[in-house]
Nanobody
Framework: VQLVESGGGLVQTGGSLRLSCAVSGRAFKDYAWAWFRQLPNKEREREFVAAISWNGDSTYYRDSVEGRFTISRDSATDTVALQMNSLKPEDTAVYYC??????????????????????WGQGTQVTVSS
């Protein structure tokens, strides 16, 4: 299984970027997606950004991106996207997509946990200049 992110880059404060992630190597019927990020100088820590449940009915966001970021999925193409608007310098990070191969009826605590996810992408750099 391979997850491949795309769409990162350099943007000015207030700008927008759209990240995408595609899965290949295995067909997953129902699964949850998430985005995490690794901040500069915090190489040992990935913080939760957003998630979408396995059935697509629920989305979850960390407080600092609520209202600015939107996660969406396209089951037909096995992709997930993260639309990031009103970007701030503190959003600068390497962004990782992640996939949970199971099906769980759970809430924020489950979907925001690093240990929930079975597969990870290689990361894409997002840099927001001030």
């Amino acid at each position: 299984v391979q997850l491949v992110e795309s769409g990162g880059g350099l943007v000015q404060t207030g700008g927008s970027l759209r990240l995408s992630c595609a899965v290949s190597g295995r067909a997953f019927k129902d699964y949850a997606w998430a985005w995490f990020r690794q901040l500069p100088n915090k190489e040992r820590e990935r913080e939760f950004v957003a998630a979408i449940s396995w059935n697509g009915d629920s989305t979850y966001y960390r407080d600092s991106v609520e209202g600015r970021f939107t996660i969406s999925r396209d089951s037909a193409t096995d992709t997930v996207a993260l639309q990031m608007n009103s970007l701030k310098p503190e959003d600068t990070a390497v962004y990782y997509c992640a996939l949970d191969g199971g099906m769980a009826f759970a809430g924020m605590a489950y979907y925001s946990s690093f240990s929930t996810y079975d597969y990870w992408g290689q990361g894409t750099q997002v840099t927001v200049s001030s």
